[in-house]
């Protein structure tokens, strides 16, 4: 989903980590053991795993930061985006260089590798040659998309083709199935742009799980309902369409606020019956508004957080068409919301910290260190494998 990365300044951690020996265990006698991996607790056929940016963080290839990911992930996200990767227009080919470094670190370890993502339109939107109105919009998405899936055919497990396309419930401008028209893609290229998106994919790596990302579409509500009917269509269609990421961004900043962990069960239930994969494929839990990064969460906070972490791991666990479980950032420092780097409304303004991830640190020369979500997330991984 989005797409920024936080401030690197050092924070400071020692209260928190207080809290974390407090909350997992050691205040009891509990000796956290040495990592064994997130991933070599999960059931068979569960994929754990968190994003890698290699286009807008020049420093993705940090110590700490990545040794954890190696440690304790079996899959990594790995991101590329067009106005990322500093495309000057169509006369040159886009630059693939930091997804395959993305993805060459991430084979090397034999993790599986989610990329991320072919077809983002409202970031595409931030490319100026690209929204000028003479330029031939299907080739250039034709060649960008070409050039991603193909520059490590074979080595990508599964690809968001498209990102995002879906209109909110009580937006206007979207077509009979919910599909977003205020788009150039879908002015200029045509409601088919979705269609076309995965057969080039398909073409250009035939081996990749070709899937449909979007947020708020993990309940049973207006906008999983279309979803579910607008991927059914496209696999009506002959679109090469495996499966359906949900991005899972989960806001609890206040103490009443609970995920309706029932309505989820039976959303993956619905999409798992119609025949689909599934996939969480971005997952944070914000738990506090703080105005700075000294301002840390406390011990309920923390406790909150681990709850939520642990009911959702319990429902990706528990169904079987739940392929992968994701987290988007997996360390705070790292986290688009922490400072939250992009306008959410009222609620969240820009530049508020939520502490989001199930790891605290993360920053270059920083310890990345397990916060109570984290041994959340293992006890559930142990007792659903």
């Not at 928190?16 to 991933?39: E, K, M």
């Not at 029932?262 to 508004?289: K, Y």
């Not at 840390?296 to 957080?305: G, N, V, Y």
């Not at 984290?374 to 659903?384: N, P, Q």
Request: glycine share 8%; with cysteine.
């Amino acid at each position: 989903m989005r797409y920024s990365t936080s401030s690197p300044s050092v924070r400071p951690f020692i209260k928190l980590i207080a809290l974390v020996l407090t909350v997992s265990g050691a205040s009891s006698g509990f000796n956290p053991p040495a990592y064994a991996g997130l991933a070599a607790l999960a059931r068979q056929g569960l994929a754990i795993g968190g994003v890698v940016h290699g286009y807008d963080d020049q420093n993705w290839n940090r110590g700490d930061y990545l040794s954890v990911a190696a440690r304790e992930f079996n899959a990594i996200t790995a991101t590329a985006y067009m106005t990322w990767i500093d495309w000057k227009g169509p006369a040159q080919p886009p630059d693939t260089s930091g997804l395959t470094s993305v993805i060459d670190w991430a084979r090397a370890r034999d993790m599986r590798v989610h990329g991320h993502v072919l077809v983002y339109p409202a970031v595409n939107a931030e490319l100026d040659w690209y929204q000028q109105p003479d330029v031939d919009h299907e080739a250039v998405l034709k060649r960008y998309i070409t050039a991603m899936a193909s520059a490590r055919a074979g080595k990508v497990w599964v690809w968001d083709v498209v990102n995002e396309v879906m209109a909110d419930p009580g937006e206007s401008g979207s077509d009979e199935f919910g599909l977003r028209t205020d788009y150039v893609e879908y002015r200029k290229i045509g409601a088919d742009y979705v269609d076309k998106a995965f057969h080039w994919a398909h073409s250009a790596d035939p081996d990749a799980l070709l899937i449909i990302n979007d947020y708020g579409a993990e309940t049973v509500n207006e906008k999983s309902d279309n979803l579910l009917r607008y991927v059914q269509e496209l696999r009506r269609r002959g679109v090469p369409v495996d499966g359906v990421g949900f991005q899972m961004h989960i806001f609890a900043t206040r103490s009443d606020e609970v995920p309706d962990y029932d309505s989820m069960r039976r959303n993956f239930q619905r999409f798992a019956d119609a025949g689909f994969r599934l996939f969480v494929t971005e997952m944070d839990v914000s738990i506090v508004r703080a105005a700075t990064a000294t301002d840390q969460p406390s011990k309920t906070d923390l406790l909150r957080q681990r709850r939520i972490y642990e009911n959702i791991t319990r429902i990706a666990a528990e169904q079987p068409a739940v392929k992968a479980l994701l987290l988007w950032d997996f360390a705070d420092e790292c986290s688009w919301l922490n400072p939250v780097s992009q306008d959410l409304g009222d609620d969240l303004p820009i530049g508020t910290y939520t502490f989001p991830a199930p790891f605290a640190g993360g920053a270059v020369g920083e310890k990345t260190r397990p916060k109570p979500a984290y041994f959340g997330i293992e006890k559930i991984l142990r007792e659903t494998r």
